[in-house]
Each structure stands twice: as structure tokens, then as C-alpha cells.
């Protein structure tokens, strides 16, 4: 996945950093092409998923994201970034990217994309519910308001009461707690963790994790165009996480945070295209409620700050 389906927080500069400069434009763009890619990531997922066992994508995602950092990175050159400062965080925090992962994977094999993204989208809310308890970061009245209108936006997309609800909704519900686990965790971990470290040790932790799995459940391709696809899910992850870093230094995360659900009109416009798939009605408006909820609670984030 992308994980990230949204943004993964790696990206985001830790507190003991210096504020992101660079060109607010070129970050925007950065953005919306990581949300794309991230978008391709589960595209592929779905369409690789018809022939070949999810757990072999996950597995093969994780192990050529893995090959292809370390001659990205060089780090042979730099090994220290493969000894974290605080490793059982860093291999709990990566066990919950995999199960995002895996999750997310399952899901899109039987549902719509914007159908999974739409869910995906609460983890922030989980994020704000639990960093109370978790990181003492209370949240108020207004985003707890925010919130649960979030989650009844949820709701309106998996539709429970209508009896029509498919059973993989809830393969995507427990991507999203995953997810917001996997927030918490990288947002524990930033101030002390480098930005390599954090990708590298998910990445490294989740394909030695998944190797039981893909070997068994392993299914040659059917052609060469299906061996790219498969090897192309490590490049859709990595360059994808990569840019979003990138994006990050260039303008800052108040500035990007928006642009995030611009990743569900990417998931619409492939699951048209490559799927013929179009959203109905509860789909488009529990993620019109999922969005604005998000929105205002980065609304709301924002004024705190600057208060």
C-alpha cells in the first residue's frame, strides 16, 4: 500500500527540524504526483489481484522496495541507517504498515477503490481520538464534533443497515485502525528517527515478515507485462514516499495537508479507467463528509498552533 493510501507522517518535518523552505508550488506538485502514485499502487494491487494472490503482491512489494532503496539510498555508503534508535518502536510501527498493507490489499480485491479510500481516509480521526490518551494531545470539543461526523461519513459508505454492505468492508476498517497505528507510531518516532531509518527498517521488517507467505502462496505471472506490474508495486511505494519527503521540505505540511484527498479523485479516475467502476451515491457522499471532516480538523490544528 501506501500505505499510504493519505500521507504517510514520515514526510512530515519532525519538531526538532528546521521548517520547510523551498517553493510552495513545487511541493503542491509533488504532492498531488505521490497521491497518484499511491493511487497506481492500489490500482496495480487490484488488477494483479485477479490472477495472483494478494499476499505474494504485498510480499514482492516490500522486497523490491527494499532492493530498490538500497541503490537508491547507497547505503552501502551509510549503514547506519539501518540501526534505529528505538527498534522495538520501529519494528512495532513497521508490523502495522504490513498489516495495512495486507488489509488494503484484500480489500481492493473485491471492492472499489474510491470505496477503500473513503474508509481509509477515518484514520486520521482515530489519530485525533487516540493521541489524547497515547501523546497527551487532547483534542477539543469542535474536533471531537469533527470526528464523529467523520465516522458517520464511514458509515454512509459501507451502508451496514442496508444489508448490502460487502463482507471485504471490513478488510479496509481494519486497514484504517492499522493505519492510524501506524500514524501514532511514526509520529512517536519522528523526533529521533531519520527519515531513511523510518522507511528502510518498515520496509526491510515487512518483507522478511512476508516471506513465509509469498513463497507459499506463490503464482508465476502470467506474462512479462504482469512481471512489471508486480515489480512495479516497490517502485510506486518507494518513489512515492520518497517524493513526499521531498514535498515536505519544499513547502509546509499546513500548506500540503489539503491536497491529500485530491488522492480519491485520482482512485476514481482509475477505477473508471482501468476498471470501469464508477462510486454511487453513498460512496461520493460519505466521502464528501469524510473529506470536510478531515479538512476542518486540519482547520482547527492550525489555529491552535498559531494560538
Request: proline share 6%.
Amino acid at each position: 500500500m501506501a500505505p499510504v493510501p493519505v500521507t504517510d507522517p514520515l514526510s512530515a518535518p519532525s519538531p526538532a527540524k528546521e521548517p520547510a523552505v523551498g517553493s510552495p508550488l513545487v511541493g503542491i506538485g509533488l504532492m498531488l504526483l505521490a497521491c497518484f502514485l499511491f493511487s497506481g499502487l492500489d490500482a496495480t494491487a487490484k488488477y494483479l489481484s485477479q490472477s495472483v494472490s494478494p499476499l505474494q503482491i504485498v510480499w514482492v512489494r516490500f522486497l523490491s522496495h527494499v532492493v530498490l532503496a538500497v541503490f537508491f539510498f547507497r547505503l552501502w555508503q551509510r549503514p547506519e541507517a539501518l540501526r534505529p534508535k528505538r527498534r522495538l518502536l520501529q519494528v512495532v510501527r513497521a508490523f502495522t504498515l504490513l498489516c495495512t498493507t495486507i488489509f488494503n490489499f484484500l480489500a481492493v480485491q473485491y471492492l472499489q477503490l474510491a470505496e477503500t479510500m473513503s474508509i481509509l481516509f477515518a484514520a486520521p480521526f482515530m489519530v485525533t481520538a487516540l493521541a489524547g490518551p497515547l501523546l497527551g494531545e487532547w483534542a477539543g470539543v469542535r474536533r471531537w464534533a469533527a470526528i464523529i461526523v467523520g465516522f458517520c461519513g464511514v458509515l454512509l459508505v459501507t451502508q451496514p443497515w442496508s444489508g448490502q454492505m460487502h463482507w471485504a468492508v471490513i478488510y479496509s476498517v481494519c486497514a484504517m485502525v492499522s493505519y492510524a497505528f501506524y500514524m501514532l507510531l511514526t509520529r512517536m518516532l519522528a523526533p529521533t528517527e531519520s527519515s531513511i531509518s523510518l522507511l528502510m527498517v518498515s520496509g526491510v521488517v515487512a518483507a522478511i515478515a512476508m516471506t513465509p507467505a509469498g513463497l507459499m502462496s506463490w503464482q508465476a505471472p502470467e506474462s512479462l507485462f504482469h512481471w512489471g506490474l508486480l515489480l512495479s508495486t516497490g517502485v510506486y511505494g518507494l518513489v512515492g514516499h520518497w517524493i513526499l519527503i521531498v514535498a515536505h521540505r519544499m513547502a509546509p505540511a499546513s500548506l500540503l495537508a489539503p491536497f491529500l484527498y485530491v488522492q480519491i479523485i485520482w482512485m476514481v479516475i482509475l477505477g473508471y479507467l482501468v476498471f470501469d467502476d464508477i462510486p454511487g451515491w453513498s460512496t461520493v457522499a460519505g466521502a464528501s463528509v469524510v473529506v470536510a471532516s478531515g479538512l476542518y480538523i486540519l482547520f482547527r490544528e492550525q489555529v491552535l498552533r498559531k494560538r
